[in-house]
C-alpha cells in the first residue's frame, strides 16, 4: 500500500518559519503533479499550493503567496512545504496529495 508519510508540522510563533516534508517510496513520483492543502478547525479543507511534475511550474492561492514555497525533490520521491511569516490564520492541518493518495496530516500552530 502506497503511503505519503508528511513531517515537520508543529507549534511556531507568529513570523516563524516551518518545512513540512511529504514522502513516498512511489517510483514514479516524479511523474506527476503534487498539492498541498490545509483544514482549519471547522472549515472545509482547504488548496494551498501546486507544483508540477518537474517542479518548473508552481502556484499559490492568495492567501499565502510570498510566504510560502512549494519544492520536491524527484530522487528522493519527496514533496516540501516552506512556510515562512506564519500567521495566526495558518493554523490547520497540513496535507499534501499525489494523485489519488494523501498524507496523514500534519498539525500546524501559529500561535503567541
Known amino acids: 500500500q502506497l503511503q505519503l508519510v508528511e513531517t515537520g508540522g508543529g507549534l511556531v510563533h507568529p513570523g516563524g518559519s516551518l518545512r513540512l516534508s511529504c514522502a513516498t517510496s512511489a517510483s514514479t513520483f516524479g511523474y506527476y503533479g503534487m498539492f498541498w492543502y490545509r483544514q482549519a478547525p471547522g472549515k472545509e479543507r482547504e488548496w494551498v499550493a501546486t507544483?508540477?511534475?518537474?517542479?518548473?511550474?508552481?502556484n499559490y492561492d492568495n492567501s499565502v503567496k510570498g510566504r510560502f514555497t512549494i519544492s520536491r525533490d524527484n530522487i528522493k520521491s519527496t514533496g516540501y512545504l516552506q512556510m515562512n511569516d506564519l500567521k495566526p490564520e495558518d493554523t490547520a492541518v497540513y496535507y499534501c496529495n499525489w494523485l489519488q493518495y494523501w498524507g496523514q496530516g500534519t498539525q500546524v500552530t501559529v500561535s503567541s
Open positions: 507544483i508540477s511534475a518537474a517542479g518548473n511550474w508552481t
